[in-house]
């Protein structure tokens, strides 16, 4: 959602829109000082007939601008800044390049890494019915901010993250609970004739219900997570999944030495 309001252009333009609501507020607030008398003998009794009507609205007419003024600055906020989301996206690519240089063809969809934050609260909620019970907004949730490349932008998917570890879904959500790296190499095939057995293990490995892996007919055979921090506090993770059964441990090392120091400056205020 946030990707598409940003190509349409809404950050800038409520900035625009903030920028006429103050000017809007202060020139309503001089008003008040106005005297009807002198603007009705020097200007006209329409202009003041004007004036008056404004100073009888000020009490309520200039709290509401401001609050417009706040509403859209926090929509601005939560869709970020345009310069900050292009500069993420480059990072990513360039981790996904450096990572998948031997890919870089038709095949470059089956290598992805993702960034997800950690949020406390999302408008949504999930019934397990392995568990038998319900997931709500504010349980946490491991949200997906983008992902490297251009193709599969709309398949992104949202993990539980609750303060339990135990309950966290996916390579994302349990790099997040236990703030350390997973790695899960030669993961089974999960076509759709592989065997149950194979289904369960893979299942099992990546804390995920299969099913929802199969309905985005994912074909992931190794993932990699790596928590992300910013300021030194817990921020989110970055999921690394190719369709290879490994992946390059020493140039997992070179994105953490190289490219996490360049995130930790960019999610500032994110």
Known sequence: MRRILRQLGLFEF???ANLVLFIGSAITTALLE???????????????QHVLALQQMCWWLVPLLLLLAGIFEGIRRWIGRPLQWKSIQATLDAIDKHLFKEYLDSTS???RVTLFRRDRFHPCFRLWPFYFRFSWPWSGWMVPVARSSHTYQQ??????APDDPLKAEGVAGRTWAHRSRIDLPDLPDISANCPEADKKVYEDASFFPLKRYQRKNLRARSFYGLPVYVDNEPWGAIVIDSSQHSLKKNRIQDIINLHLPILDQLLKDF
Not at 155 to 160: A, C, E, P, T, Y
């Open 14 to 16: 409520l900035g625009q």
């Open 34 to 48: 106005a005297k009807v008398e002198d603007i009705r003998s020097k200007m006209g009794a329409q202009l003041a």
């Open 155 to 160: 398949m992104l998917s949202i993990f539980m």
């Open 109 to 111: 969809h089956y290598h």
